[in-house]
Each structure stands twice: as structure tokens, then as C-alpha cells.
């Protein structure tokens, strides 16, 4: 399965994005999927994962209570509203699918080009 993030944009802080990841190839009926994101000079860190099987989810702690990860069957897409955005949110944001329901990038594949969110203070 190979999947593709899109949405992102600039947004002052307090704004608000949706991201898409939508995935080709295979269904994800089957995978879990995480986002994750990378900031210059950073390394990739999680965000959310949701496991397609039920409605299991997982946040870091510095998204939880502002991101909610959710999932269309139909449109074989996953996505990430982001409320509340903060400048330390800024980074290239990455949708993976896994088998394993993880928080680990290694757990994932399929990474697209990502998705840059920028927002400003």
C-alpha cells in the first residue's frame, strides 16, 4: 500500500488544518495508520494512529485534547483534524500504514512525500 498526505498550509496559531491521507494500491481495512511528523533538524516523532479494525486510537502527549485522527472505509482515506495549532506544531507531516497498531515509525510504510504545515506565531 503507498499513501499520499495532503492539507497542509500556513495557519496562525489558534488556527485550525485537516489533513488527508489517502492510500493506493491496497485497502486499508486491514492496516493501522499513523501520522507522524518531522521538524527541521528533528527526527520523525508520532502523532496519531488509528487502528482500522475499531475505533482504537492513540495520541502523543502534545497533540491529545487538539488532534483527532479519523477514518472514511469508502474513500480508503485517514484523517487528521488539527484544532489549536501551536508554531511548535510546524513540520512535514507523514501518514504511514502498519500492521502492528504502534507508535514507533518503524512499525509503518508506504510513506508519501508528506505534507508541510507551518503556523505562525
Known amino acids: 500500500v503507498q499513501l499520499q498526505a495532503s492539507g497542509g498550509g500556513l495557519v496562525q496559531t489558534g488556527g485550525s488544518l485537516r489533513l488527508s491521507c489517502v492510500a493506493s494500491?491496497?485497502?486499508?481495512?486491514?492496516?493501522?495508520v499513523g501520522w507522524f511528523r518531522q521538524a527541521p533538524r528533528k527526527e520523525r516523532e508520532f502523532v496519531a494512529a488509528t487502528r482500522w479494525g475499531d475505533t482504537m486510537t492513540s495520541y502523543s502527549d502534545s497533540v491529545k485534547g487538539r488532534f483527532t485522527i479519523s477514518r472514511d472505509n469508502a474513500e480508503n482515506t485517514v484523517y487528521l483534524l488539527m484544532n489549536s495549532l501551536k508554531p511548535e506544531d510546524t513540520a512535514v507531516y507523514y501518514c504511514?500504514?502498519?500492521?502492528?497498531?504502534?507508535?514507533?515509525?518503524?512499525?509503518?510504510?508506504?510513506w508519501g512525500q508528506g505534507t508541510l504545515v507551518t503556523v505562525s506565531s
Open positions: 494500491g491496497d485497502t486499508l481495512r486491514t492496516y493501522a
Open positions: 504511514g500504514a502498519g500492521r502492528v497498531f504502534a507508535t514507533a515509525s518503524t512499525q509503518y510504510s508506504g
